[in-house]
């Protein structure tokens, strides 16, 4: 069974998606993708309210959220399910070690995926797409991912939510 929560930001409202065990979606309302993980036709107007103490893994999240948010870096991290192409996870694997307060670009994301596989090259747009598909978004920090001369692109949240999510890593100032 999946569940879903709201919870309200200093960005924005966000959903939240979980199984039993799991985090399985993280997404400011209308983004890109938006609840692209969740099974079936899905009429968000007729959702039961839950509280966050009534699932485990919503009052992990939350916690989580409300320090990011406070402008603390979180000192753990909620259990969380990735579904995705094998490609993908990979990918998502790469921006959960991307640090607090700092940047990756795409074609250093692509180039690490190339020494991994041991090939020559690794297309930056292919990386762009797995990130864009990211259904965990702020916890798996696809918005620490920026151009390859630091412009902010490509954030399936808008580029409001990345320079905003990025200030507060930030304490203020933009990365």
Request: contains cysteine; aromatic residues 10%.
């Amino acid at each position: 069974m999946i569940y879903t929560y709201s919870y309200s930001s200093r960005l924005g409202k966000i959903t939240l998606a979980a199984n039993d065990r799991a985090l399985t979606g993280l997404w400011f309302e209308g983004q890109k993708y938006y609840a692209n993980t969740l099974k079936g036709d899905y009429d968000f107007e007729h959702v039961e309210s839950r509280s966050v103490d009534s699932h485990p893994v919503f009052c992990q999240a939350v916690d989580w959220l409300d320090i990011y948010f406070s402008g603390r870096e979180p000192d753990f991290m909620p259990p969380v399910s990735l579904t995705g192409s094998p490609f993908q996870l990979e990918v998502w694997e790469i921006l959960k070690g991307i640090p607090y307060g700092q940047t990756m670009t795409y074609g250093e994301i692509a180039a690490r995926i190339a020494r991994q596989r041991g090939l020559a090259t690794m297309s930056a747009q292919a990386v762009g797409g797995a990130i864009g598909h990211n259904p965990i978004s702020i916890i798996v920090p696809c918005h620490r991912v920026v151009g390859a001369n630091g412009n902010l692109t490509g954030y399936a949240g808008g580029i409001d939510k990345k320079r905003g999510l990025l200030k507060i890593e930030s304490n203020g100032r933009l990365l």
